[in-house]
């Protein structure tokens, strides 16, 4: 089926340690995100992309990289994980920039870190 | 700039009573609102969006959103909720042009569906 496909879905990390969360979508969007949802905040806004090879930063990029090598990828870094990363990512893709069908999300990632 | 705001993170309504939840948009030009859901330990999923076509938009699951520029509004109803309806539902907003590149979304509101 066509989506937002999210790898992996669940992980634990130790301060310090670095990991990449893996973001595929099969439906030829330009745009894709990536979300962190805690509780009482919403979705908040890391990084995003508006096409192959570009970036932009989002509300709260403190920490993390990401890189868009494929129009169909979308990575997220963590280079040195702190505990206040602890939460669920969400990457989600749109067609392109008008938003008239809103954005499609993956099922999501939860990051614990230690 | 953009934002909505989600009046209420926690709504409780009986089996078959009106589901209402609120949200209310600020932005500098004319917007595209949308009605997200969320099920438990899943992703998001698209309930319902308005793009400036009819003011009343119709969503999945029986749910409909009226868009009232006047009171900068777009709230989210149901006229009998469901155990199934239990959720966090999120409003978001986006203008209909410029430059910007994103879904601004509001806090959320977690509904209980009682018996």
């Known amino acids: 089926n066509a989506g937002v496909t999210q790898t992996p879905k669940f992980r634990v990390l130790k301060t310090g340690q670095s990991m990449t969360l893996l973001c595929a979508q099969d439906?030829?969007?330009?745009?894709m995100y990536w979300y962190r949802q805690d509780p009482g905040m919403g979705l908040r806004l890391i990084h995003y992309?508006?096409?192959?090879?570009?970036?932009a930063k989002g509300e709260v990029p403190d920490g993390y990289n990401v890189s868009r090598l494929k129009k169909q990828n979308f990575l997220l870094g963590l280079e040195s994980a702190a505990p206040s990363q602890t939460s669920v990512y969400f990457c989600?893709?749109?067609?392109?920039?008008?938003?008239?069908?809103?954005?499609?999300f993956g099922s999501g990632t939860r990051l614990t870190v230690v | 700039a953009q934002s909505v705001t989600q009046l209420g993170s926690h709504v409780s309504v009986s089996e078959g009573a009106l589901v209402l939840l609120r949200c209310n948009y600020s932005?500098?030009?004319?917007?595209?609102l949308f009605w997200y859901v969320q099920y438990p330990n899943q992703g998001l999923q698209l309930l319902l969006k308005y793009t400036s076509a009819a003011t009343l938009v119709k969503g999945i699951n029986g749910f409909e959103a009226e868009f009232k520029k006047s009171e900068t509004s777009f709230h989210l109803t149901k006229p009998s909720a469901h155990m199934r309806d239990a959720a966090e539902y999120f409003c978001a907003v986006s203008p209909l042009t410029g430059t910007a590149s994103k879904l601004t979304f509001g806090t959320g509101t977690r509904l209980q569906v009682t018996l």
């Open positions: 992309s508006v096409g192959e090879g570009t970036t």
């Open positions: 989600a893709s749109s067609l392109d920039g008008r938003f008239l069908y809103g954005y499609t």
């Open positions: 439906m030829n969007h330009e745009y």
């Open positions: 932005s500098s030009v004319p917007p595209y």
